[in-house]
T-cell receptor, first 112, second 114 residues
Framework: QKEVEQNSGPLSVPEGAIASLNCTYS??????FFWYRQYSGKSPELIMS??SNGDKEDGRFTAQLNKASQYVSLLIRDSQPSDSATYLC????????????WGLGTSLAVNP | DTGVSQDPRHKITKRGQNVTFRCDPI?????LYWYRQTLGQGPEFLTY????????KSRLLSDRFSAERPKGSFSTLEIQRTEQGDSAMYLC????????????FGNGTRLTVT
């Protein structure tokens, strides 16, 4: 089992819809969770960080963390074509020298 | 612009040559990281510094790779005797000291070894 797992996609949604991206992790004592957006050929850009159970909202983005079920999700409301990118989930794994562990990313396509 | 800066943006080199990349972190960040990324993969950890101290280096990293951060500010990553398998995007990131602080990435250096 990979430490951080994401569906590779592509996830395709129409413009204006809600895009839902999911990430599961294996280390139960993980503490910190991040979502990054990466456009093709560019570097990762931090979208959201979340540290405690529940929802965290920032503009059109909402991160949801459920430590009991070991998943973290990212919702993008009113999806725009400019949201088309790969979304990377990253987790600080307390059992691995507190190193940041990355998923392989989910490709999102927002269709006009 | 006070973000992470990397130089050069692109580097094409012939196999066997040495290359050096530079990273200037966000000024108040004392942690600096180097990652490598190839197509379809997440970033692969190479090494990181807290101030001038190199605290960890990936076991996957061969002896051809070396990184320095001499004054705790900018960092350099050198690859000696480059191989075609070294072709990748090399990413630098910085963060504040708490271990749960998010990383902020530079634009990366794309290396092509011919």
């Amino acid at each position: 089992q990979k430490e951080v797992e994401q569906n590779s996609g592509p996830l395709s949604v129409p413009e204006g819809a809600i895009a839902s991206l999911n990430c599961t992790y294996s280390d139960r004592v993980s503490q910190s969770f991040f979502w990054y957006r990466q456009y093709s050929g560019k570097s990762p850009e931090l979208i959201m960080s979340i540290y405690s159970n529940g929802d965290k909202e920032d503009g059109r983005f909402t991160a949801q963390l459920n430590k009991a079920s070991q998943y973290v999700s990212l919702l993008i409301r009113d999806s725009q074509p400019s949201d088309s990118a790969t979304y990377l989930c990253a987790v600080i794994n307390a059992g691995n020298n507190r190193k940041l562990i990355w998923g392989l990313g989910t490709s999102l396509a927002v269709n006009p | 612009d006070t973000g992470v800066s990397q130089d050069p943006r692109h580097k094409i080199t012939k196999r066997g040559q040495n290359v050096t990349f530079r990273c200037d972190p966000i000024s108040e960040h004392n942690r600096l990281y180097w990652y490598r990324q190839t197509l379809g993969q997440g970033p692969e950890f190479l090494t990181y510094f807290q101030n001038e101290a190199q605290l960890e280096k990936s076991r996957l990293l061969s002896d051809r790779f070396s990184a320095e951060r001499p004054k705790g500010s900018f960092s350099t990553l050198e690859i000696q005797r480059t191989e075609q398998g070294d072709s990748a995007m090399y990413l630098c990131a910085s963060s504040l000291s708490p271990e749960n602080s998010p990383l902020h990435f530079g634009n990366g250096t794309r290396l092509t070894v011919t």
